[in-house]
């Protein structure tokens, strides 16, 4: 079945950065949309970026400049690159992905087909 590992999440400084990864297990579809979603203490959760098979990136605003999704194909790896970062960004960050064309940070996190546990990301001084 398929399976999304999240790692790299812990507790930085404000202006600092830090990099989230998604490994992807046993997902093979050709046509995809992988995302990061996040989930702050008392907060809905919101999507914060997306990335398709076309190499397309969607990216909310509050993130758009300072945050970089990837992904490595040959690992099959998802990645979040986020710089800058500020307290507003702490939240739990969760990787998801499925096979539709729609990709869009607009898309709704329970609507993903598979999707990963969280990895933490705490932004304070």
């Known amino acids: 079945q398929v399976q999304l590992a999240e790692s790299g999440g812990g507790s930085v400084e404000p202006g600092g950065s830090l990099r989230l990864s998604c490994l992807v297990s046993?997902?093979?579809?050709?046509?995809?949309?992988m995302g990061w979603f996040r989930q702050a203490p008392g907060k809905q959760r919101e999507g914060v970026a997306t990335?398709?098979?076309?190499?397309?990136?969607t990216y909310r605003d509050s993130v758009e400049g300072r945050f970089t999704v990837s992904k490595d194909n040959t690992e099959n790896i998802l990645y979040l690159e986020m710089n800058n970062l500020n307290p507003e960004d702490t939240a739990m960050y969760y990787c998801?992905?499925?096979?539709?064309?729609?990709?869009?940070?607009?898309?709704?996190?329970?609507?993903?087909?598979?999707r990963g546990k969280g990895t933490l990301v705490t932004v304070s001084s």
């Open positions: 998801a992905a499925d096979a539709s064309e729609y990709c869009s940070f607009r898309r709704a996190y329970a609507g993903m087909d598979y």
């Open positions: 046993r997902f093979t579809a050709k046509t995809y949309c």
């Open positions: 990335f398709d098979s076309a190499g397309r990136a």
